[in-house]
């Protein structure tokens, strides 16, 4: 009885952790959480240095 409880509270604790993984090919990563400076590249998918002119 105790194993299977504690598998079973083990069982219940990781369920959060299972939530917040994340989506294979989803990137978190986007133009919004570029610092200042830096644009999106859409081809490289990651943020560059602005090019200045």
């Known amino acids: 009885m105790t194993i299977r409880l504690s598998f079973a509270a083990l069982a219940l604790a990781l369920i959060p952790t299972f939530g917040l993984?994340?989506?294979?090919g989803?990137?978190?990563t986007s133009a919004s959480s570029c610092i200042?400076?830096?644009?999106?590249?859409?081809?490289?998918g990651a943020c560059v240095l602005q090019p200045s002119s």
């Open 26 to 28: 989803h990137s978190s």
């Open 36 to 44: 200042e400076g830096h644009v999106w590249d859409s081809v490289k």
């Open 21 to 24: 993984a994340d989506c294979p």
